[in-house]
């Protein structure tokens, strides 16, 4: 009797501590979800974020900045030169629209669709017809690489892109893709008025900023080289697996 006394008690004792560990496990398990919502909002954010600033509010820049030359041209008296930039607005238009088409029905990365080559070729004509700048494109090995590294590439083109127009006054640039020993490299150059690049690299701008943390995040790097007088050249180099097959 004094062990059934002793026993009982016992199994009391451990049937709470299981009915416990079970309550205890839910509100880990709905603490852990709640986390993982949290972290997938965040991360939806920061995509959200990615897009806008590498395609709507490039395109916005784009528009202003064509309604300037227009307003320029129109002020000494070229209406031919004003109706080139009435057209140029109204394709930015029209590519912004396409944009933010893209971005709100989240597909597709914007601006890879047909490949990285297409894209590129894409862009680099979209610069020369809204900027003095001539744009060479050429890219070899880059048929097996996947739509996020294609996507992050063409994101660090438009960047690097966006920079030469606005701060280098170059008349030429050119976007060369390779791949080697298992990384994607992206390098655009141009033959602008040049920089230090040692300030460049330790205070950048946002846009840079960004690259940079996108590429670090994919385990990849930037490099900026320019000396004054001698043009710049942006770097992008991202790791890849080929795709199996291919």
Request: aromatic share 2%; charged share 20%.
């Amino acid at each position: 009797m004094t062990r059934k006394r002793l026993w009982f008690p016992r199994v009391h004792d451990l049937t709470a501590e299981r009915d416990q560990l079970a309550v205890d496990l839910r509100a880990a398990q709905a603490q852990i979800a709640s986390l993982t919502h949290a972290a997938i909002v965040l991360d939806e954010r920061e995509r959200l974020a990615r897009e806008i600033h590498d395609t709507i509010a490039q395109d916005l820049k784009t528009l202003v900045l064509t309604v300037q030359r227009g307003r320029r041209e129109l002020r000494y008296g070229n209406a031919p030169a004003a109706a080139t930039q009435l057209v140029i607005l109204e394709d930015s238009m029209r590519r912004a629209l396409k944009d933010t088409r893209a971005l709100v029905a989240s597909g597709v990365p914007v601006g890879i669709e047909g490949g990285l080559t297409t894209a590129l070729n894409e862009l680099g004509e979209q610069v020369e017809s809204e900027s003095n700048v001539s744009v060479t494109v050429r890219a070899r090995g880059t048929a097996d690489l996947s739509p996020e590294t294609e996507a992050l590439l063409v994101d660090c083109a438009r960047e690097a892109l966006a920079n030469v127009r606005m701060h280098s006054e170059a008349t030429a640039a050119s976007m060369t893709v390779s791949t080697t020993h298992g990384s994607a490299v992206l390098r655009v150059a141009d033959n602008g008025h040049g920089f230090d690049a040692t300030p460049t690299i330790a205070n950048d701008g946002h846009g840079l900023s960004r690259m940079r943390d996108q590429l670090v995040a994919a385990h990849g790097s930037l490099s900026v080289i320019s000396t004054p007088g001698k043009g710049a050249a942006f770097v992008a180099s991202v790791p890849y697996i080929a795709a199996i097959g291919v």
